[in-house]
Nanobody, 128 residues
Framework: QVMLVESGGGSVQTGGSLRLSCGVS????????LAWFRQAPGKERERVAA???????YTADSVKGRFTVSQDSARNALYLQMNSLIPEDTAMYYC??????????????????????WGQGAQVNVSS
């Protein structure tokens, strides 16, 4: 079992910045990719960013150049630095982890159904 707890959400104006954190605990050796997803009201959940155990990072085109995903060396925490925020970034942001195993290789999947563990979410509101 892997436990994920997000923090750092809040409200900012357009152009502002926020940093989301996700505490990762439990049997983390079973995970390969950690990811950030977001879901706005009436929209599907989308992967914003992901990072593999080897450090390879992935960022959605909609946030490229503005958002940066990172993890600490012990993989106890996942971060999402969000700069130049716009109202379209308003959503509930979720931390997620897969269970592909320590020795897995390859890409981090985009679809949410590949991720087994989820945090409770952190709300981000961006006003114009």
């Amino acid at each position: 079992q892997v436990m994920l707890v997000e923090s750092g959400g809040g409200s900012v104006q357009t152009g502002g910045s926020l940093r989301l954190s996700c505490g990762v605990s439990g049997h983390t050796v079973t995970t390969y990719c950690l990811a950030w997803f977001r879901q706005a009201p009436g929209k599907e959940r989308e992967r914003v960013a992901a990072i593999a155990r080897n450090g390879k990072a992935y960022t959605a085109d909609s946030v490229k150049g503005r958002f940066t995903v990172s993890q600490d060396s012990a993989r106890n925490a996942l971060y999402l630095q969000m700069n130049s925020l716009i109202p379209e970034d308003t959503a509930m942001y979720y931390c997620a982890a897969d269970d592909r195993g320590y020795w897995s290789t390859g890409l981090c999947y985009t679809a949410s159904n590949y991720y087994k563990y989820w945090g409770q979410g952190a709300q981000v509101n961006v006003s114009s």
